[in-house]
């Protein structure tokens, strides 16, 4: 099993930026591949952006891409967004999640944090 908990959510001002973190702790040798999902209210959660264990392969949701940064941290059991150039459609629950494989994988989340709010005011 891995635990997640995220942090690092808050509300922004259009334009301001925030990092998340989010931390693995349990069976960390299981986080191949770490991501970050957002659900608007209203809406389906969708995904942002993913990374390998290694940190050298990431992934975006076209819409964040040059606004978003993903990163690992020395000890891989740490996942960070930077989140830059906010805008009120980025106002959502953020989620952390594990899943094995390969960042363009196939393959589920399988664990999830209890995410963190992010609100963007215009």
């Known amino acids: 099993q891995v635990q997640l908990a995220e942090s690092g959510g808050g509300l922004v001002q259009a334009g301001d930026s925030l990092r998340l973190s989010c931390a693995a702790s349990?069976?960390?040798?299981?986080?191949?591949?770490m991501g970050w999902f957002r659900q608007a209210p209203g809406k389906e959660r969708e995904f942002v952006a993913a990374i390998s264990w290694s940190g050298g392969i990431t992934k975006y949701l076209d819409s964040v891409k040059g606004r978003f940064t993903i990163s690992r941290g020395i000890a891989k059991t740490t996942v960070y967004l930077q989140m830059n150039s906010l805008k009120p459609e980025d106002t959502a629950v953020y989620y952390c999640a594990v899943k094995y494989g390969a960042v363009y994988g196939s393959g589920e989340y399988i664990y999830w944090g209890q995410g963190t709010q992010v609100t963007v005011s215009s």
């Open positions: 349990g069976r960390t040798s299981d986080t191949h591949v």
